[in-house]
């Protein structure tokens, strides 16, 4: 029998299902999105390793006690990468080590992709919540650790073949028993990982936020009671799930296709990966399948089914229930059909998982490319959807190791929606964390980072821009190792909808000491044009033959021709992300707010003409003298109208073509 909607109920249905009142349980609700805010906040602020306190490369949750099949009841606002798995991480964590062997005062961890989720550097820290001897929640924390060993330090990389070379893998373990340190697993993580003078602290830090999400919440149950603390925990999940099958409601009822593709691995250039997607949409019901989806990858660059069930859950949640609470309850109206053994589910010990966000960004934008008609204006563009990483490592003149990932093209812009342009500078929509300060990225390496900034005429075309393409240049001034990531050039991951156009595609160069020294005389910087690469080394994208400039129709050039580069001081590596798609047709787009859009350098005088029929005189030199440009307003609607019959002309042509071809 259908449960009915909490709305619905009477004062006394409700007050007999979750065992307090409306007002009560809405206080418990926001208490607990009180306590994992308050444990994130303490490891932001004392975290040692730059993942944790640049990125925000953890997230914090309270999952329910095993009576009640641990239902995940509130999140942080932090990496959804992470929340999504963790909704089933707990439960697998703990059943697996045994509810019977929980004491007060425990910490249990596992870093298992294929049974918590993400990769091995994401590390679950699980504090079981007591209450008169009984376990009534469980406060976590997944963080990713600065290091796990393996074969590359700090572990980014595309190229490892199976899961012996990816680090350490720790099974559902004990790390503090009776609050004391669990020795036998401490001396796991010093034994076989690099940074250990960094871990010790950060796991402290966890500990100790982990106590204070324990503390939290047992002040709660005190005030309000245990029966009111549980049953608050099935009203907000049960809240959940109404609000996230109301938003699929409005959904049309069909049958939505699309895929995509992930480039290539890391051993060679001739299989492509596709993510494929049929979305089945039924009054108030989805069913996501990615049957067609492509096996699992022959490098690490796979995802695990509970990334891939996170980004779906995740893409959806944007599109049909852009503001109502995450929790297990949004899980529940959406069923996925993911055969085992593919890029977007894979199995040890081939089907290594380490760039795992690769995949399921690419899983994302499919999804949201199947819906793009069935949502019309409500759809959004496509996103840059790679984080195009980048891992360097070398030594300090003392003879100290460095390390970083922090110098690729990690984040980029938004599609367009009906609300705004596309942001210019994001993390991926699956994400949500920070990005790096650049003060910070130089302190802890030897480089500098030249340029951090916007390419013009790249975003999608539309009533509303996708965000423009981000170009980092990084000049290393130390002898050092690069591993470089990029994953997704061949197609333009930032799709246009609802008339939108499409973005572009980056790419990744390298500059030698010497084109590096010609530029630094001349301009002080490496400029942002075409001429540049015909010198330079293209290490990724799909580039002009001839000048290696940035060419949808140019030549694919697969990253890994040249695995590790060994470099001494002075060169420059640049990376250009993929821009996100607009929406809307850009012809529609009011001029004013075309001049407003060249006068901020995000389109240029010959885009807007281009692009959106807009006529911009005044000057030839709109960094210089923007306040002199001006609209040609009768030239621009000449040109729309113009354009616009001209439409209607092939809307006729093809409409006569189809008859004749019937006929």
């Known amino acids: 029998m259908k449960r009915k909607l909490v709305k619905d109920l009477t004062v006394s249905e409700f007050n007999k299902i979750y065992n307090c009142d409306l007002f009560t349980a809405t206080i418990l609700n926001n208490k607990y999105g009180y306590i994992v805010k308050h444990m994130c906040t303490g490891l932001l602020n004392r975290a040692f390793s730059l993942i944790l306190r640049d990125w925000y490369d953890f997230a914090a949750t309270i999952s329910g006690p095993p009576e009640l099949n641990y239902p995940m009841v509130a999140v942080s606002d932090s990496l959804m990468l992470f929340i999504g798995p963790m909704a089933f991480a707990v439960k697998n964590t703990v059943e697996e080590y045994g509810v019977d062997n929980i004491e007060p005062g425990d910490v249990l961890v596992c870093n298992d992709p294929y049974r918590t989720g993400t990769h091995v550097n994401d590390n679950c820290f699980i504090r079981p919540v007591f209450f008169k001897n009984k376990i009534v929640a469980f406060v976590n924390l997944q963080a990713h650790m600065i290091d796990m060993g393996g074969d590359i330090p700090l572990g980014f990389s595309a190229e490892k073949t199976n899961i012996f070379e990816n680090g350490l893998v720790i099974p559902p373990s004990l790390l503090y028993k009776k609050d004391k340190p669990y020795y036998p697993t401490w001396n796991l993580y010093f034994d076989n990982t690099r940074l250990g003078d960094v871990l010790l602290p950060d796991i402290k830090t966890i500990y100790e936020n982990l106590r204070l999400g324990e503390r939290l919440f047992i002040e709660s149950i005190e005030k309000y009671g245990i029966d009111a603390s549980l049953g608050s925990m099935k009203y907000t999940c049960d809240m ?23 480039d290539a691995d890391a051993i060679d250039d001739t299989e492509e990966y596709r993510i494929h997607i049929k979305v089945m949409k039924m009054k108030d019901k989805l069913e996501v399948d990615l049957s067609g989806t492509s096996r699992q990858a022959r490098t690490s660059i796979n995802a695990g089914w509970l990334d891939t069930n996170s980004a779906l ?9 852009p503001k109502g609470p995450v929790n297990s309850g949004s899980f529940r109206p959406v069923d996925i059909v993911l055969p085992e053994g593919t890029i977007a589910s894979a199995l ?5 998982i380490f ?31 790679s984080l195009n990483f980048h891992n360097a490592s070398g030594l300090w003149p003392d003879g100290r190791q460095w390390f970083t990932m922090q110098t690729g093209g990690d984040h980029g812009p938004w599609g367009g929606s009906k609300v705004a342009n596309g942001d210019n500078l994001m993390v991926p929509y699956s994400g949500n964390a920070m990005d790096p300060p650049v003060e910070s990225i130089e302190r802890d390496v030897p480089g500098v980072i030249l340029r951090k900034e916007y390419v013009t005429d790249s975003g999608g075309p539309g009533i509303h821009r996708g965000g423009c393409s981000v170009i980092k240049d990084s000049l290393w001034l130390l002898p050092g190792e690069h591993r470089s990531m ?28 010497e084109i590096w020294k010609k530029y630094k005389e001349k301009n002080g910087e490496i400029p942002i044009a075409n001429e540049v690469y015909k010198n330079a080394t293209a290490i990724g994208g799909r580039l002009n033959a001839e000048t290696k400039a940035p060419d949808i129709k140019g030549v694919y050039v697969w990253p890994w021709k040249q695995k590790v580069w060994r470099l001494g001081p002075d ?11 607009g929406w809307g047709d850009p012809f529609h787009k009011d001029p004013e707010l075309v001049l407003q859009e060249v006068r901020n350098e995000y389109v240029s005088i010959k885009g807007a003409l281009r692009d959106y029929r807009v006529v911009v005189t005044g000057t030839d030199n709109p960094h210089k003298e923007p306040e002199k440009l001006r609209i040609d307003l009768e030239a621009t609607l000449k040109l729309r109208e113009k354009n616009y019959k001209e439409i209607q002309k092939k809307k006729t042509r093809s409409k006569h073509a189809t008859i004749n071809s019937k006929n």
């Open 240 to 262: 959940s799930e109404d609000a996230m099958t109301n938003g699929i409601s409005k959904l049309p009822d069909g049958i939505y296709e699309a895929q995509s593709l992930i």
């Open 313 to 321: 859950i995740t893409g959806i949640k944007y599109l049909c229930d």
């Open 348 to 352: 040890p010990p081939d089907g290594v």
């Open 355 to 385: 760039l795992f966000w690769e995949t399921t960004q690419c899983v994302h934008e499919v999804l949201w490319r199947a819906l793009k008609d069935a949502l019309g204006e409500d759809a959004a563009g496509g996103d840059m959807c």
């Open 486 to 513: 990029p994953l997704h050039f061949k197609v333009p991951a930032g799709f246009g909808v609802y008339g939108g156009r499409d973005g572009i595609t980056g790419g990744v160069w390298l500059f030698d000491p």
């Open 571 to 581: 060169f420059v590596f640049r990376y250009q992300t993929n821009s996100g798609g």
